[in-house]
């Protein structure tokens, strides 16, 4: 069978806008998003402009190639009838290495900027980040497990439906089969969140030591499934497996029109990647 679909959540992880026009603001964003954690002085904005330049013009010349590479090879794997739910395991910690680098590219320039961060400016990026981890648990506090697998159910067949225009009957009850199968680690998840933001407050408070601060942040940024327990990484990766499985039935369900409605959205999106590279790459 030739229909292709690719896997939406790995779309969401490459860490690439899906359109050249987005991603010619990506300084922007990664500026207004820092804004919201902590208000920065001249010789810090100054510092970080300088490292958001070059994230971006590094990004755009040696990422993006990356992530042409890994959709291209997904596309292979469906058009050989190939892919499997372990495969598919193996595609999300491709996606995550993604994430890896840019961290190790960012943290040389990164380090002084946080050395040089006030106690206020520290208590006003914790103090946001507490914030958001009150709300996500608001989001998910008193719900019963049916309203649970309802909101999963929701988000998820939205994400289908961006890629693949309606979905059958047939296609939303498999998305329900897999919330239904799927293991809950809501209450392992926010418990590892929130040990991730008790050691981000440790390293801040250490960024007087260089070496504390580096370790600690690599840690986070590079390792942070060491502050999972065993159970919470046995879970993730079976569900994982199991959402690998219903991509496959998903892309068995596939109508000629849902087909081409994404393999037209899959080649846009590889166009505009492979194009913002090879146009960087001439620039540079």
Same mark, same amino acid.
């Given at each position: 069978?030739?229909?292709?679909?690719?896997?939406?959540?790995?779309?969401?992880?490459?860490?690439?806008?899906?359109?050249?026009?987005?991603?010619?603001?990506?300084?922007?964003?990664?500026?207004?998003?820092?804004?919201?954690?902590?208000?920065?002085?001249?010789?810090?904005?100054?510092?970080?402009?300088?490292?958001?330049?070059?994230?971006?013009?590094?990004?755009?010349?040696?990422?993006?190639?990356?992530?042409?590479?890994?959709?291209?090879?997904?596309?292979?794997?469906?058009?050989?009838?190939?892919?499997?739910?372990?495969?598919?395991?193996?595609?999300?910690?491709?996606?995550?290495?993604?994430?890896?680098?840019?961290?190790?590219?960012?943290?040389?320039?990164? *380090?002084?900027?946080?050395? @040089? #961060? /006030?106690?206020? $400016?520290?208590?006003?990026?914790?103090?946001? %980040?507490? +914030?958001?981890?009150?709300?996500?648990?608001?989001?998910?506090?008193?719900?019963?497990?049916?309203?649970?697998?309802?909101?999963?159910?929701?988000?998820?067949?939205?994400?289908?439906?961006?890629?693949?225009?309606?979905?059958?009957?047939?296609?939303?009850?498999?998305?329900?089969?897999?919330?239904?199968?799927?293991?809950?680690?809501?209450?392992?998840?926010?418990?590892?969140?929130?040990?991730?933001?008790?050691?981000?407050?440790?390293?801040?408070?250490?960024?007087?030591?260089?070496?504390?601060?580096?370790?600690?942040?690599?840690?986070?940024?590079?390792?942070?499934?060491?502050?999972?327990?065993?159970?919470?990484?046995?879970?993730?990766?079976?569900?994982?497996?199991?959402?690998?499985?219903?991509? *496959?039935?998903?892309?068995? @369900? #596939? /109508?000629?029109? $849902?087909?081409?409605?994404?393999?037209?959205? %899959?080649? +846009?999106?590889?166009?505009?990647?492979?194009?913002?590279?090879?146009?960087?790459?001439?620039?540079?």
């Amino acid at each position: 069978m030739k229909q292709r679909l690719l896997l939406m959540v790995l779309l969401l992880t490459l860490s690439a806008c899906s359109t050249k026009l987005s991603y010619r603001f990506l300084d922007w964003a990664i500026g207004w998003e820092v804004e919201d954690y902590v208000t920065l002085k001249g010789s810090q904005q100054r510092a970080l402009d300088t490292l958001i330049n070059q994230f971006v013009q590094w990004h755009q010349t040696e990422e993006l190639a990356h992530y042409v590479a890994q959709l291209t090879e997904i596309k292979r794997l469906i058009d050989t009838n190939t892919l499997t739910p372990a495969l598919w395991v193996e595609q999300v910690n491709i996606a995550k290495r993604h994430w890896f680098r840019l961290f190790e590219f960012a943290l040389p320039q990164l *380090l002084p900027i946080i050395v @040089s #961060l /006030s106690d206020a $400016q520290v208590q006003q990026i914790m103090t946001t %980040l507490h +914030n958001d981890e009150q709300a996500l648990i608001k989001e998910f506090a008193g719900k019963s497990p049916e309203q649970l697998q309802q909101q999963a159910n929701d988000e998820l067949q939205a994400q289908f439906t961006q890629w693949l225009g309606s979905l059958t009957a047939q296609q939303k009850e498999m998305i329900y089969q897999y919330n239904k199968q799927r293991l809950s680690t809501l209450d392992m998840w926010l418990e590892y969140r929130h040990e991730w933001l008790r050691q981000f407050d440790i390293a801040l408070g250490q960024r007087a030591d260089s070496a504390q601060l580096t370790a600690r942040l690599t840690l986070l940024m590079t390792q942070a499934d060491e502050l999972k327990s065993a159970q919470h990484k046995a879970f993730v990766r079976q569900n994982s497996e199991l959402f690998g499985a219903l991509i *496959l039935d998903m892309h068995a @369900s #596939l /109508s000629a029109k $849902q087909s081409k409605h994404f393999y037209r959205k %899959l080649n +846009n999106l590889i166009d505009d990647l492979r194009e913002l590279n090879q146009e960087a790459k001439t620039s540079g």
